[in-house]
């Protein structure tokens, strides 16, 4: 499991390089206004995919293992379809969706969905290996055809990344759907109303959990282009860089909880579960530690040469606050795998709500006054918040104390090792 570890660390650090890159690209070219109406499109567009992930989703690591994976694709291909066309009306009928990007933003999801679907089999199959190419061939992607409309076709506007977004997306799906018929498995596609019952009780819970972390992760956008004052979709802009660097962190929880959900998903035995886990969250731990004490040491002048202005700057003091509740969260990827591997997803469901109220309150009575110290507060006490009740209720299941699960200078010893040792046998493979 450590290879599949190292490997799946090295292909999420490559993934935030280039999505580091594309953040760098789309804000030169297009200004902190332009970063800021793709980020506006982005949440829309990831909104839209937890309703579509409502059959599926996550759920189908779990499922995948004890059924025919290919009589999940009818239903969750065709809700799909239904999902988004109701959603980008709804948007478009409330002024969060322009007409001239309901094309791009109906195309981009129905893609991503299937192409979503598609990989969430391949993790239920623990094939690794495919999972992190297709991710990384993603990103790469985006960034060729962003610059070619660009360049080359002449699209000046977010357009062009809204083109490299949907054209990427095709590819990846079309790749991971071929892949799909090297599992081995015989394809069945007649429709099971108890396998459709069973996609929505594991999916519709996982993804309740899923649609109330994203109010956390992004209801302040909303609260941005809605409720800000002038010049919204550039401060948003220069906060979206702030929450996207800041999150970069999380490619090590989500590293490690990537290779644990799958695990767990294949393991029945309640000690070896235990066990992987409390490992994961110490490493988890300290790694995020590390990352976030590294990020904050990062001074403001680098964020204005490389974004190229001084009013990006204010990255660094938005980065500050956020930090706390990058590192919570970040950590609890571990205990949240934990339980996903087990499908039990109530605990996500509540922690969510905890930190949505904690981001109502802030963002309603702060942010007008605030403005993105307000949106990063705001999401700092909720990550802190959702946490701390996962580490709670994960405590209590396995009846352990903090002190069992909190590392200590052996620990760092140990996983300094672990980490070296793999990251070596990774290279020289």
Known sequence: MLRTISGTFISKFLLALLNFCTIILSTRLLGAEGRGEISFFGTNMVLVLLFTSLIGGPSLVYLT????????????YA???VVTGVFCCFLY???????????????????????????????G???????????LMHSVLLILFFLLFYFSVKIMGPSSFYWGLVLSNVLIWAWSFWLLFDLGEKVKLNIDRQLIKQLMAYGGLAQLANILQFANYRISYYYFMNMHAVDSAAE????SIAVSIAESVWIIGQSLATVQFSRLSNIEEPELRRKISVRMFKFNFLLNLLAVLVLLCV???IYKLVFGGEEFAVVSTYIYWLALGIFMLGTSTSISAYFGGRGKYLPAVISSLVGNVITFFVCVFFMKDWGAI?????ASLSYTAIAVYFLVCFLKEEKLSLYNVIPGLKEVKLYYRWLKGGMYRWSNR
Not at 97 to 102: C, E, G, K, S, T
Not at 125 to 135: F, P, Q, T, Y
């Open 236 to 239: 948003l802009g220069k906060y």
């Open 125 to 135: 199959k623990e094939k690794m290996k495919a999972w992190n190419w297709l991710a």
């Open 65 to 76: 293992p004890r059924h025919n994976f290919f009589r999940f694709l009818i239903p969750t």
């Open 79 to 81: 809700w799909t379809v």
């Open 299 to 301: 001074p403001s002048f």
């Open 374 to 378: 307000a949106a990063a507060i705001a």
């Open 93 to 123: 009928q409330t002024n969060q969706l322009a007409i001239q990007d309901f094309a791009f933003l109906f195309s981009a999801i129905l893609f991503n969905s299937w192409k979503s679907t598609n990989m969430m089999v391949l993790l």
